[in-house]
């Protein structure tokens, strides 16, 4: 098993930044990747960044993209999310999780473990 903890959210304003962690523990050699996905009150989870943890392979969605950077920490087994110029619209439970294959690291549905998420909130 793979046990996943993210830290590091919390209340900003807009524009301001966050970053989150996300330590890795257990059997993490069986994970290919990792992605941080987020799930706003009253949507469904969108995959927001991913990354490889060998390679240069990055993913982000659309709504992110120039805002937010993934970066890892391999010999920590740790994983980053840089949240610059936020949004209200970011305002959202952000959770870490792993896959165990490349399949799809863009969709929700290709994660295999998950943290047990924290909370971002972006005032306006």
């Known amino acids: 098993q793979v046990q996943l903890v993210e830290s590091g959210g919390g209340l900003v304003q807009a524009g301001g930044s966050l970053r989150l962690s996300c330590a890795a523990s257990g059997r993490t050699e069986i994970t290919y990747a990792m992605g941080w996905i987020r799930q706003a009150p009253g949507k469904e989870r969108e995959v927001v960044a991913a990354i490889r943890w060998s390679g240069s392979s990055t993913y982000y969605a659309d709504s992110v993209k120039g805002r937010f950077t993934i970066s890892r920490d391999n010999a920590k087994n740790t994983v980053y999310l840089q949240m610059n110029s936020l949004k209200p619209e970011d305002t959202a439970v952000y959770y870490c999780?792993?896959?165990?294959?490349?399949?799809?690291?863009?969709?929700?549905?290709?994660?295999?473990?998950w943290g047990q998420g924290t909370q971002v909130t972006v005032s306006s």
């Open positions: 999780a792993a896959t165990r294959t490349l399949v799809s690291t863009s969709t929700v549905q290709g994660y295999d473990y």
